[in-house]
């Protein structure tokens, strides 16, 4: 314990001098908190800005364009020529252009089909999926009032009608996100990640400068030459500081922003607990594995950036080719989407997550095949420090 302690207070001294362990750990989960629960505070994009080009000019076309700058995804901006409306789509002022041909309304009433055309700019995915699916509705939407209306010229009753536009009837159900809040979907994993990312290259970052600025020996004379109790004293403080983090953020997501959770906010700080953990024995297995500060960071880079891709929230893992799929194993923030998969959005509790938190605990034996190789580079420094 005395030595523990001992290799605590050189680590407390060392954060006192470095300010760069306070701005990489509390400072940037600040600031990203901020930024992403303020940039989707709204909770779903509004205002996408939509290209029109009016050529009829008719009363159906202004309808249907007062229609489309009426919902809340869609901010309608008029052109006067397809021209200058693509110009601005190539600078991407607009997502996506719609074009009005000439004689649109009276191709209608004479029944023979006429072209709506529009473009949609999909390099800006989520722009470009808004303004495809708010397009896409208006022209069913008018398409069915223009049907409506040539109905009860028929004589046609109004059930008959919706019977006929509308034959099979759709109940949807948003499971764990009913009002498609964009900002429960991406913050409740874009800031474990960031977590995580965190985690990952501080905790490299504070055992690799021992090896860089020649400082391990002292360390390990500290500890009485123990390369765990030299380990264990650093991380405790880390552990500590990254758990109250990691906390933090559970109790301004499900708390502060009352982001839906189905089961008790108690799984979740395990969830936390265990992610915050199995990134400090990634990091410890990386600074082992490859003891010069340069490579590793690079390497914790990499891998906490591929962590979000390998996650599944966006894409899922299942429609990966099976060669990726198994590499999701390796990523901690995998583990602890799956778990609140289960228990935030299904509140299974244990049953449901008892797969993913033995899996999130083995991540802790893995530095051990480690640590030896790590020993060796703390006493005796044979690693390029530059």
């Not at 536009?165 to 960031?194: C, E, F, K, Q, S």
Request: aromatic share 12%; charged share 15%.
């Amino acid at each position: 314990m005395n030595k523990l302690f001992s290799v605590i207070k050189r680590e407390l001294d060392r954060w006192r001098q470095m300010p760069v362990f306070a701005i990489g750990s509390v400072v940037v989960m600040a600031f990203c908190s901020v930024f992403y629960l303020t940039f989707l505070s709204k909770g779903v994009p509004s205002d996408v800005p939509i290209g029109v080009v009016d050529y009829d000019n008719s009363t159906l076309t202004r309808n249907f364009i007062r229609q489309l700058d009426a919902t809340q995804l869609g901010k309608v901006i008029h052109y006067s020529s397809f021209a200058s409306a693509r110009e601005d789509m190539q600078k991407g002022v607009i997502t996506s252009v719609c074009l009005l041909p000439e004689g649109m309304y009276a191709d209608v009433q004479a029944q023979r089909h006429p072209c709506f055309t529009f473009y949609v700019n999909t390099l800006y995915f989520l722009g470009g999926s808004l303004a495809y699916k708010d397009i896409l509705t208006m022209i069913n939407l008018t398409s069915g009032a223009i049907q409506r209306e040539e109905l009860r010229m028929r004589g046609v009753d109004e059930e008959s009608i919706m019977g006929r536009l509308r034959p099979i009837d759709i109940d949807i159900h948003m499971i764990g996100n009913a009002t498609m809040n964009y900002g429960a979907y991406l913050a409740n994993m874009m800031l474990p990640g960031v977590l995580e990312m965190v985690i990952v290259i501080m905790i490299i970052y504070a055992v690799g400068t021992e090896l860089k600025y020649s400082t391990s020996t002292k360390l390990l004379e500290t500890t009485g030459n123990s390369i765990i109790s030299a380990i264990g004293g650093k991380l405790i403080i880390y552990t500590a500081l990254f758990t109250v983090l990691a906390f933090s953020l559970e109790f301004l997501l499900y708390g502060w922003m009352k982001f839906p959770l189905a089961s008790s906010v108690g799984w979740m700080l395990l969830d936390s607990l265990l992610l915050v953990i199995s990134s400090e024995a990634i990091a410890l297995v990386i600074i082992g594995a490859v003891p010069v500060l340069r490579f590793a960071l690079s390497i914790g880079a990499l891998y906490s950036v591929m962590a979000f891709s390998m996650t599944g929230f966006t894409l899922p893992v299942e429609a990966m080719s099976e060669s990726i799929r198994g590499l999701s194993c390796i990523f901690p923030l995998r583990h602890y989407y799956q778990m609140y998969v289960q228990c935030g959005i299904y509140g299974t509790g244990l049953e449901g997550c008892y797969r993913e938190i033995i899996h999130m605990l083995v991540f802790l034996f893995t530095p051990l095949f480690v640590l030896p190789r790590l020993h060796k580079a703390y006493l005796y420094q044979n690693y390029p420090k530059k």
